[in-house]
């Protein structure tokens, strides 16, 4: 298969505490994305980390990448009820304007 | 003042049937994709658009068939409807074929009965 894997499947954690998400991959890429999705609605991106790049960060959210172990990882830091979703990263490779989506993992936040 | 939108939201027929759905970005983008999403959740490419050129179509039953008026609009067509076809729909632009980034539409949920 040359979808990606996402572990956990399901994240239960409380307001306040850390989410860690991971991302890993079969074949070499020119950049992964991660994505959020709401119960119901459409997909919208998050961040963008390049294949030359280990890691990146937007507000409250990290993201590293290892090219040799083919992995990333999404970080949410001091979560939030609203950042309950199911986060996708999605992988382009080649010249394919393709995004490869990985299964997802789904992140409850509760009060 | 949705970038990505599509139309319907809903769409409930019955097998053999045929539909289409509607997609307009607002972006000036110049690719546009349809994604499918399983019951599953899971998100998989149909086919690209850049320049109302096809540049990618993943061996998608040839009962889809997209159509691109204009670089702003990519709509779908679906004929003779399966109950296998039954999935949510993502639209999706990006700035081109360099700049992956994508903005999704708020999907079509097909129901096919």
């Known amino acids: 298969s040359q979808q990606g894997e996402e572990d956990p499947q399901a994240l239960s954690i409380q307001e306040g505490e850390n989410a860690t998400m991971n991302c890993s991959y079969k074949?070499?890429?020119?950049?992964l994305q991660w994505y959020r999705q709401n119960s119901g609605r459409g997909l919208v991106h998050l961040i963008l980390?390049?294949?030359?790049?280990r890691e990146k960060h937007s507000g409250r959210l990290r993201v590293t990448l290892d090219t040799s172990k083919k992995s990333s990882s999404l970080l949410i830091t001091a979560s939030r009820a609203a950042d309950t979703a199911s986060y996708f990263c999605a992988r382009v490779t080649g010249t394919a304007s393709k995004l490869t989506f990985g299964t997802g993992t789904r992140l409850q936040v509760t009060l | 003042d949705t970038a990505v939108s599509q139309t319907p939201k809903y769409l409930v027929t019955q097998m053999g049937n045929d539909k289409s759905i509607k997609c307009e970005q607002n972006?000036?983008?110049?690719?546009m994709y349809w994604y499918k999403q399983d019951s599953k959740k899971f998100l998989k490419i149909m086919f690209s658009?850049?320049?109302?050129?096809?540049?990618i179509n993943e061996t998608v039953p040839n009962r889809f068939s997209p159509k691109s008026p204009d670089k702003a609009h990519l709509n779908l067509h679906i004929n003779s409807l399966e109950l296998g076809d039954s999935a949510v729909y993502f639209c999706?632009?990006?700035?081109?074929?360099?700049?992956?980034?994508?903005?999704f539409g708020q999907g079509t949920r097909l129901t096919v009965v």
């Open positions: 074949t070499s890429i020119n950049n």
């Open positions: 999706a632009s990006s700035l081109g074929l360099k700049n992956t980034e994508a903005f």
């Open positions: 980390i390049r294949s030359n790049e």
């Open positions: 972006l000036g983008h110049d690719t």
């Open positions: 658009y850049n320049n109302k050129e096809l540049i």
